[in-house]
């Protein structure tokens, strides 16, 4: 079992950065593909971004590319997502998961992640 904990969200101006972080427990963390999703209000939960396991490959959704970037620290066992040029459309709530199967190519798809997180809020004024 995997606990995975965010952190980082908050309020920002449209165009400021922020750096959400995901700890992960136990000792598999560097085994697992990790991905980020977003769910705005009202709106389905939408793929954002996913790295490999180590870290040597990355998939963005079209919406954050160029602006987003994910990264991981296996020695931290953590996952982080830098937002850069936020635009209000951003807002939502920022979940991380982890996809047990290292095999698996990265993927958009909710339903192939194990473990998620509790969230965190980020909101983007105009």
């Known amino acids: 079992q995997v606990q995975l904990v965010e952190s980082g969200g908050g309020l920002v101006q449209a165009g400021g950065s922020l750096r959400l972080s995901c700890a992960a427990s136990?000792?598999?963390?560097?085994?697992?593909?990790m991905g980020w999703f977003r769910r705005a209000p009202g709106k389905e939960r939408e793929f954002v971004a996913a790295?490999?396991?180590?870290?040597?490959?990355?998939y963005y959704a079209d919406s954050v590319k160029g602006r987003f970037t994910i990264s991981r620290d296996n020695a931290k066992n953590t996952v982080y997502l830098q937002m850069n040029s936020l635009k209000p459309e951003d807002t939502a709530v920022y979940y991380c998961?982890?996809?047990?199967?290292?095999?698996?190519?990265?993927?958009?798809?909710?339903?192939?992640?194990?473990?998620w997180g509790q969230g965190t809020q980020v909101t983007v004024s105009s």
């Open positions: 998961a982890a996809d047990r199967d290292y095999r698996r190519s990265l993927s958009p798809h909710n339903y192939v992640y194990d473990y």
């Open positions: 136990g000792r598999t963390f560097s085994t697992y593909n």
């Open positions: 790295i490999r396991w180590s870290g040597g490959s990355t």
